[in-house]
C-alpha cells in the first residue's frame, strides 16, 4: 500500500519538479532548429548575460513570494539606487564608493519597505507600490530627467568583465543562487521564509518574531535589487532615470514559472533560474529571428498563462490523489491502533 | 421512530454494497447504509473509518466503484454533487460554506441568484422566503444582516436554512456542533427534532458520543471501510458504540500515575484583560494537571491566552517559581518556559504545508542552530524521537503535515512544544475534533507529563475530560473564577453550577 503511495506520488513529484525544466529543453532544441546561430557561444553568452539580471531579481522575488508577500518596488529601486551611485562617482569619489552607495541605497529601501509592511502591518502590495513611485519619483529629480554618465573603468567591469571567459553578471548570478540555495537549505531565516508564507499566525503563536523575519526579507530583496542597479549602471556606463522599468514584472514571472505558489509557503529558488531561463530564451529566439519586440510581449504573456495553467494541473492533481491516498493511510493506521 | 410507512416509502436512501478505492486503499468496502424518513441516523467511526468517502458518494463528491443507491425505490446514479441536490440530498460542512460580506438572505438563495433574465434578483420575493425559512427555524436575524455579524451558531442555522430553502429529504450534518457553545447546541437540536418531525432524514456524522446517544434514532458504525453494523440507539451503550468503533474495548481512557508535589511552578495574580478576564489568580504546581473551565465565553480560553502573551493584559502579574516574568508576546512566554498548545491547530498550532520535522523544530529554533545555521543531523533526530516517543504515525519526519490525521497532528502539536521544554504546558482543548482512539493517547500523554513533573493548565468544554483529567479545577464565570475544586471530589453538576453562577461567594 505505501508502495503504491510512494509510486504515484513519486511520479507526480517528478513530474512537477521537472516539468519547467522540460519546457525548457523542449525550448531551446526547437531554438537551435530555428535558428542556427542559437548554439553559437557568442549567442549563448548574450542569453545568459541577459538573463542574469532578472534571474539576480527573481531570487529575490522568490524569497518575498515564499514569505507569502509581493515586491512591486525593486525596478524603481534599481534606478534610484543606481542614479545615487553613479551620482557619488560623479561627484568625484571611486569604484568602492559607488558600489557601497548603489547597494546601500537598495537596502535602505528594502528595510524601509519591510518595517511598513512588518509593524505597520499593511499589505506588502500596497507598501511595495507606494515605494515603487516614490523611488521613481527620487530619481526622476535627483537626475533630472537625465542619465548620470559613469566613467570609471573598474566600475565598468561590473557589467563587461570576465571572469575566466565567464560574463561578471552571470558569475554574480551563480553565486546568487549558490547562495540562495544554500540560504533555504541552510539557515533558520530560510526555513523562517517558509514558515511565514504557510501560516504566519502560528509562527507568532509559536514565538516567532514575524516581524524581524519580514524586514529581513524585503531588506534582502532591496539589497539584490542595489546589486542589479551596479551591473545595470556598469553595463549602460550610465544611470538611466528610466533604468529597471517594469523589471518586477520579469521578476515575479520568472517566480511563478518557477512553480512558486503566490500563497506562500510552497516553492523552491531552483525552479526560478528555469523560469528566468525560459523567458530569456523566448526573447533571445524571437530576436534571432527578426520578430518584432511587439508580438515578443504578447508571446511572453501567453507562455506564462500556459505553464502556469499546465503547473496548476499537475499540481491540483498530484494533491487530489496525494490527499486521498493519505486518508488511506490514516486508515491502515487506525487499524492497526 | 418514524410510524410504519408502506415498505417502498420507509426508505428515502437506501446504499448497498457501496465500495470505493482509491490508489493503494480500499476505503469502503461493500458498505449497506439506509436511511429512513423522519429519523436521524448518526454515522460514527474513527478518521478514516470511511464516513466522509460514503458521505462523499451520496452527495456526488465522489463516484462509486460498484454498488447500488436507491433513493425513494428508485435506483439512481449520483454523479456530481448537483445531482444529488436534484434528489434532495443536502450536505452542511463541518466549515461552513457562507460567503461573508453577503446577507443572509443572498447566502441563502446564492444558486438562484442570476437565474432571472438578465440577471436581475427580485429581493422582495427572496427577503420574504428567507423570513419564512427563518422563522420555522427559529432564528430571529434579519435576512438583510450581513453574515460576518452573526455568532457561530447563526450563522450554521443560515447554512440549515439554506439547505431548507429548496426541497431537501436527507440532511448530512458533518461535525455540525464542533465550534458551537452549549446553548447553540441546544437550538441545533431542537431544530433537528422539527426536521424529524416533518420527515426530514438527518444523517448525523459526530465524534461526540453524548450526542450521539442524546439525538439518534440509529447508529451505523463503519471501521476500515466496512460496515460493522445498524442498530437502534435504544439498544446500544456508549461503550458498545466505543468497541464497534476501535474492535476491542478501550482498556482505560484516563490514567493518573502521578503524584503531585506541594512546590508552586506557577502563580498567576489579578490577572485581568479589558472585557474578557477579570481580576482571575491561580497556581498550579509541579506534576499537576490544572483544569480551568466554564461556559463558553467565561474567559477560560482567555486566561490561557493572556498567561501566553498572545493578549494584552490590562493588569496582572505572573510569576514562575517565584520570579515575576514580564510576558509581552509568546515568544517572552517560551523564554519563561511556558508552552500553549491552541485549540485550533489547523489555523494557529501548524504550518500545514511543512514537513512534520519542521513543525515540530519551530518554536524552538534556537536550539537546533548555531549561529543562523540549521544542525540537520540533530534536528533529525530529535524529530525521530517525538515521533517514537508520542507514537505519531506518519510514513517519515518529511512528509507534509496537512497529510496527517487530526489526533496525529495533534500530537506534532504537541511535540512542538516539548521540544521548547516547557516547564508549564497550556492546553486548550486537546482533543477537539480527534477520534476516540487517539483522545486516550493523549489523556495518557498528559497524564505521562505530568508524573515528569511538568504542570499542565487544561482547559476543556468537555466537563467528564476535565474532571477525569485534572487534580484541581478552577471554575470560571464570566471572566472571573466562581470556584476552586478538588477534582476528585466534584462532579459535573456541581460545576455547573457554579460555571452558570449558581453560587455565589
Redesign the interface.
Known amino acids: ?5 510512494r509510486l ?1 506520488s513519486a511520479r507526480q513529484e517528478l513530474l512537477r519538479r521537472y516539468g519547467m525544466l522540460l519546457v525548457l529543453l523542449v525550448m531551446v532544441i526547437l531554438a537551435s532548429f530555428l535558428s542556427d546561430r542559437f548554439f553559437t557561444t557568442a549567442n549563448l553568452m548574450n542569453v545568459t548575460r541577459q538573463v542574469a539580471i532578472n534571474a539576480i531579481l527573481a531570487a529575490g522575488m522568490t524569497i518575498v513570494i515564499i514569505s507569502g508577500g509581493i515586491d512591486l518596488s525593486i525596478g524603481s529601486v534599481i534606478a534610484i539606487s543606481g542614479a545615487l551611485g553613479a551620482g557619488v562617482m560623479a561627484g568625484g569619489s571611486g569604484w568602492v564608493a559607488g558600489l557601497l552607495t548603489t547597494l546601500a541605497v537598495g537596502l535602505a529601501f528594502g528595510i524601509t519597505n519591510g518595517l511598513f509592511i512588518a509593524y505597520g502591518q499593511l499589505p506588502p502590495f500596497i507598501v511595495t507600490l507606494a515605494s515603487m513611485a516614490l523611488a521613481r519619483g527620487f530619481t526622476q529629480v535627483y537626475t533630472g530627467g537625465r542619465a548620470i554618465q559613469v566613467s570609471n573603468q573598474t566600475f565598468q567591469w561590473f557589467g563587461h568583465g570576465y571572469i575566466s571567459s565567464i560574463p561578471v553578471p552571470v558569475t554574480i548570478m551563480i553565486v546568487v543562487y549558490i547562495l540562495g540555495y544554500l540560504f533555504f537549505k ?4 530560510g ?2 521564509v ?2 511565514v508564507g ?2 504566519e ?9 514575524v516581524n524581524r523575519v519580514k524586514v529581513a526579507i524585503y531588506g534582502i530583496n532591496g539589497l539584490l535589487a542595489g546589486l542589479v542597479g551596479v551591473i545595470l549602471t556598469a553595463r549602460l556606463f550610465s544611470a538611466q532615470p528610466t533604468a529597471g522599468v517594469s523589471y518586477e514584472m520579469d521578476a515575479i514571472a520568472a517566480v511563478i514559472l518557477g512553480g512558486t505558489s503566490l500563497s506562500g ?2 516553492g523552491n529558488i531552483g525552479g526560478t533560474i528555469i523560469g528566468a531561463l525560459i523567458i530569456g530564451v523566448l526573447g533571445n529566439v524571437f530576436n534571432l529571428l527578426n520578430v518584432s519586440p511587439f508580438y515578443q510581449d504578447v508571446a511572453k504573456g501567453m507562455v506564462i498563462l500556459v505553464a502556469v495553467l499546465l503547473d496548476r494541473l499537475l499540481h491540483a492533481g498530484g494533491r487530489t ?17 | 421512530m418514524a410510524k410504519e410507512r408502506p415498505a417502498e416509502n420507509r426508505y428515502v436512501v437506501r446504499m448497498k454494497g457501496i465500495t470505493k478505492a482509491f490508489p493503494g486503499v480500499q476505503a469502503l468496502d461493500g458498505v449497506d447504509f439506509d436511511i429512513i424518513a423522519g429519523e436521524v441516523h448518526a454515522l460514527v467511526g474513527e478518521n478514516g473509518a470511511g464516513k466522509s468517502t460514503l458521505s462523499k458518494i451520496l452527495t456526488g463528491v465522489y463516484t462509486k466503484d460498484s454498488g447500488v443507491i436507491e433513493i425513494k425505490g428508485q435506483p439512481v446514479e449520483i454523479n456530481n454533487p448537483l445531482d444529488a441536490q436534484r434528489l434532495g440530498i443536502r450536505i452542511i460542512h463541518q466549515e461552513f460554506n457562507l460567503i461573508n460580506h453577503m446577507s443572509v438572505m443572498e447566502n441563502m438563495f446564492l444558486d438562484e441568484l442570476g437565474q432571472k433574465p438578465w440577471g436581475l434578483v427580485s429581493y422582495r420575493t427572496m427577503r420574504r422566503r428567507a423570513k419564512e425559512v427563518l422563522q420555522w427555524l427559529g432564528l430571529d436575524v434579519s435576512p438583510d444582516r450581513l453574515v460576518s455579524e452573526l455568532s457561530v451558531g447563526e450563522q450554521q442555522t443560515v447554512e440549515i436554512a439554506a439547505a431548507l430553502s429548496k426541497e431537501a429529504d436527507v440532511i448530512i450534518m458533518d461535525e455540525p456542533t464542533a465550534a458551537l457553545t452549549d446553548a447553540e447546541v441546544e437550538r441545533l437540536f431542537g431544530i433537528i427534532q422539527r426536521l424529524r418531525a416533518q420527515g426530514k432524514a438527518i444523517v448525523y456524522i459526530s465524534h461526540k458520543l453524548e450526542e450521539i446517544m442524546a439525538i439518534a434514532d440509529r447508529v451505523t458504525v463503519l471501521r476500515d471501510g466496512r460496515l460493522i453494523g445498524t442498530k437502534a440507539t435504544s439498544e446500544l451503550t456508549r461503550d458498545e458504540i466505543v468497541h464497534m468503533m476501535v474492535g476491542r474495548p478501550l482498556r482505560q481512557m484516563y490514567v493518573r500515575s502521578r503524584k503531585p508535589s506541594s512546590e508552586v511552578v506557577l502563580e498567576v495574580e489579578n490577572l485581568t484583560v479589558p472585557g474578557k478576564v477579570k481580576d482571575v489568580s491561580l497556581v498550579a504546581h509541579k506534576g499537576e494537571v490544572v483544569g480551568l473551565t466554564g461556559l463558553m465565553g467565561a474567559g477560560q480560553h482567555d486566561v490561557l491566552r493572556a498567561v501566553f502573551g498572545a493578549l494584552p493584559v490590562s493588569s496582572g502579574t505572573i510569576k514562575v517559581r517565584g520570579r515575576e516574568v514580564s510576558i509581552r508576546s509568546p515568544w517572552d512566554a517560551i523564554r519563561s518556559g511556558i508552552g500553549l498548545l491552541t485549540e485550533n491547530r489547523k489555523e494557529e498550532g501548524l504550518i500545514l504545508p511543512l514537513s512534520v520535522m519542521f513543525n515540530m523544530s519551530l518554536a524552538s529554533m534556537d536550539k537546533v542552530t548555531r549561529l543562523g545555521i540549521i544542525a540537520h543531523k540533530q534536528e533529525r533526530s530529535q524529530a525521530d524521537s517525538y515521533v517514537d516517543q508520542l507514537d505519531i504515525r506518519t510514513p517519515s519526519v518529511d512528509q507534509q503535515v496537512e497529510y496527517l490525521s487530526g489526533g496525529n497532528q495533534q500530537k506534532v502539536v504537541l511535540a512542538k512544544w516539548l521540544a521548547t521544554e516547557p516547564e508549564i504546558i497550556l492546553m486548550s482543548e486537546p482533543t477537539r475534533g480527534i477520534d476516540v482512539g487517539a483522545k486516550a493517547e493523549v489523556y495518557r500523554l498528559i497524564d505521562e507529563l505530568a508524573a515528569q513533573g511538568k504542570v499542565i493548565l487544561l482547559v476543556s468544554s468537555e466537563l467528564p475530560e476535565v474532571i477525569n483529567l485534572s487534580d484541581r479545577i478552577y471554575v470560571m464565570y464570566e471572566g472571573r473564577v466562581a470556584a476552586e475544586l478538588d477534582a476528585t471530589k466534584t462532579s459535573q453538576e456541581e460545576i455547573g453550577l457554579y460555571g452558570t453562577g449558581g453560587y455565589t461567594r
Open positions: 500500500m505505501k508502495a503504491v503511495k504515484v541552510h539557515t533558520k531565516l526555513r523562517l517558509y514558515a504557510g501560516n499566525h502560528a509562527c507568532r503563536m509559536a514565538g516567532i518574531r509557503g510552497r490523489i496525494r490527499k486521498e491516498v493519505d486518508s488511506g493511510t490514516d486508515k491502515a493506521e487506525s487499524a492497526r491502533a
